[in-house]
C-alpha cells in the first residue's frame, strides 16, 4: 500500500471573513458529499500544504484545509497580530464548521496543529467525530524550555550555537524572550537575521537524521519571517493557556476515538508529551514508532496517519 494518496487537486477555494478584520483562505477537496474532515497545520505559520491532502481517500473523505491567521492566503498577515490567539484560531474553526454545514468532523492535526485539535475538541467535544495527532506539542512551560531554553541543545550543540548567534549577551539567558525582542526590532535586517536563526533551527532538528532539505526550505526568509513571528507571539503568550491545561482537560475527550502518532526519537516534541496525554484521554490509541522523529516524512510516519485515516473512514 502507498503512504500517501494520488495527488488530490482542490475543488473549491475562498475566504471566511471572521467579522474582526482577518479574512481566513479555505480550500475543499475530495468527495463534498464525503465524511467531513479539517486538516490543521503545524507552525503556527506554515499554511496549507497540498500534501496535507493526500492522507485521505478522496472518494471517501469531504477534505477541509484553513489557512489559520496570519499564515498563507489569509490576511492580514503575520506583520499584524492583532486578533491573534490560540482562541481566536478556534473560533475560526467553529465558524467554518457552521458555514460549510458540517454537523461534526474529525479533526487531523501535527505538532502545533495538535495543539489547536486539542483545544478545538475540549471546547466543542460534540463537533467532534475522531481525531488524529502526530508529534503531539500542548505549549506547556516544560516543552518551551525543552526546545527553545537548552534541552535540546545538548542533542544538538552546534545548531543551538548558531541558534543563540543572533541574540545580544544579555538576552541568551531566556532565548525565547530574546527573539520576541529582536523580531520586534525597528531594523529589518535584524529581524530578518533572527527569523532566519529561529525558523533554521527547527528545520535542523526536525527529522530523526538531519536533512539539508529541510534546512533549505525552513531557511526561506519570506516563510521563515512568518514561522518565527507566529510562533514567537504564540509561545511567549503559552498559547494564552493555563501550563497543562490541555493534558488536565484530557477527559472531556471521552468517547471521542483518538489515534496518536508519535516517533521515539522526536527532539521537537518528546514522546512524553504523547504519552501522558494518552494516559489522560481515555480510549486514545498510541502507536510510538521506533525509527521516527519529528518529521511526517520520517519512517513510518506516513504509512501510520494513512492507516489511522483509513481506520477512520466509515
Known sequence: MDELYPPIPPRAEGFLDTGDGHRIRCQEAGNPAGKPVVVLHGGPGSGIAPMARRHFDPAVYRIVLFDQRGSGQSTPGA???GANTLWHLVADMEL???RLGIERWQLFGGSWGATLA???AETHPSRV??????GVFTVRQSELDWIYRGGAAHLFPREWEAFLAPLPAPLRDDPLA???VLLDDSAEEVRHRAAVAWSTWEGATVSVQPQESFVRQYAEPAFALT???LAVHYFTHGAWLDDGQLIRDAAKLAGIPGMIV???YDTVCPP????????AWPGSELKLLEGAGHAVTDPGVLAALRAATDSFRT
Not at 129 to 134: D, F, G, K, T
Not at 274 to 279: C, K, S, T
Open 118 to 120: 486539542l483545544a478545538y
Open 129 to 134: 467525530s475522531e481525531i488524529i495527532l502526530r
Open 272 to 279: 512524553v508529551t504523547a504519552y501522558e496525554l494518552h494516559r
Open 96 to 98: 467554518l464548521r457552521e
Open 227 to 229: 514561522f518565527a513571528r
Open 178 to 180: 530574546g527573539y520576541a
Open 262 to 264: 508519535q516517533g521515539r
Open 79 to 81: 506583520d499584524d497580530l
